[in-house]
């Protein structure tokens, strides 16, 4: 079914950004070049590169699906998330998650028409600050972080008890081949999990001082981790988790069970 294809496409291209920012972060921990970016930035170092344009045409159109995929999860349910607090609570994310792609695929295509910005660094602070001016701001931008953070760690709660396997058929590999893939799926939504509870506390952080300016995205992230003692070795192990991670992503275009009908 052309919605299977397209989701499967969706997760093979998310899967090629996120291996692509690991890959510049990796460079960055060698000293060899690269730089720290997230996927804003590495849609921009596609841009840069010979058929950069008709790459990020086949990224905005695997995006768009991706995002496409994102909504039928939320509103079929494809899933049996069922409509629990829970479940709807999760189909809710998906929506959210749609948004969030779908805009990517957005500013790709203004990549591919030349009407790309300079990064997303000013429009995360703008949204803080709106968020900040707002009744009770302080505490609405502190619950946003506080729900990130919580993402982040039931991620990492999925991993460790291998919650995504049952998503998989790998009826196909042998054993030693299975027990790799489900290695490399955990350090993936490990690595993505970190992030998210960093990227919580900074937000966080910026609702308790009251300045837009602390919020920060995966580049300033990375950047963040690179100055801390050990931070080269420690920005490494998170940019080899963003590679995992992006190898997951590949695992799910081939292998996630997608029932389109």
């Known amino acids: 079914?052309?919605?299977?294809?397209?989701?499967?496409?969706?997760?093979?291209?998310?899967?090629?950004?996120?291996?692509?920012?690991?890959?510049?972060?990796?460079l960055v921990a060698f000293n060899a070049g690269g730089k720290t970016t997230g996927s804003s930035g590495?849609?921009?170092?596609?841009?840069?590169?010979?058929?950069?344009?008709?790459?990020?045409?086949?990224?905005?159109?695997?995006?768009?699906?991706?995002?496409?995929?994102?909504?039928?999860?939320?509103?079929?349910?494809?899933?049996h998330k069922g409509n629990d607090f829970k479940g709807l609570a999760t189909r809710a994310g998906y929506i959210l998650s749609g948004l969030i792609y779908a805009g990517l695929a957005f500013e790709a295509t203004k990549l591919v028409l030349n009407f790309g910005g300079n990064g997303d660094g000013d429009s995360r602070e703008d949204w803080t600050a709106q968020l900040l001016s707002q009744p009770?701001?302080?505490?609405?931008?502190?619950?946003?972080?506080?729900?990130?953070?919580?993402?982040?760690f039931y991620r990492i709660y999925?991993?460790?008890?291998?919650?995504?396997?049952?998503?998989?058929?790998?009826?196909?590999?042998?054993?030693?081949?299975?027990n790799l893939v489900v290695q490399v799926?955990?350090?993936?939504?490990?690595?993505?999990?970190?992030?998210?509870?960093?990227?919580?506390?900074?937000?966080?952080?910026?609702?308790?001082?009251?300045d837009p300016e602390q919020v920060k995205g995966m580049d300033e992230l990375f950047q963040?981790?690179?100055?801390?003692?050990?931070?080269?070795?420690?920005?490494?192990?998170?940019?080899?988790?963003?590679i995992a991670y992006g190898i997951y992503m590949e695992i799910q275009a081939r292998y996630r069970r997608i029932d389109a009908s």
């Open 224 to 242: 963040t981790v690179a100055r801390q003692p050990l931070g080269k070795v420690l920005l490494l192990l998170i940019a080899l988790g963003m």
């Open 158 to 178: 999925r991993a460790w008890k291998i919650k995504f396997r049952k998503s998989l058929n790998l009826q196909e590999l042998d054993q030693n081949q299975t």
């Open 185 to 210: 799926c955990r350090a993936g939504i490990v690595a993505r999990g970190i992030v998210y509870v960093l990227l919580g506390f900074f937000l966080i952080q910026a609702a308790y001082q009251f």
């Open 42 to 79: 590495a849609l921009r170092t596609i841009a840069e590169q010979p058929y950069g344009r008709f790459l990020l045409i086949l990224i905005a159109i695997g995006l768009l699906g991706y995002a496409l995929w994102r909504w039928v999860q939320a509103v079929k349910d494809p899933d």
């Open 136 to 152: 009770f701001g302080q505490w609405l931008a502190g619950t946003v972080g506080a729900v990130i953070v919580g993402v982040g």
């Open 1 to 26: 079914m052309w919605i299977e294809r397209l989701a499967r496409f969706g997760y093979a291209t998310k899967g090629v950004v996120y291996i692509l920012i690991g890959m510049l972060a990796v």
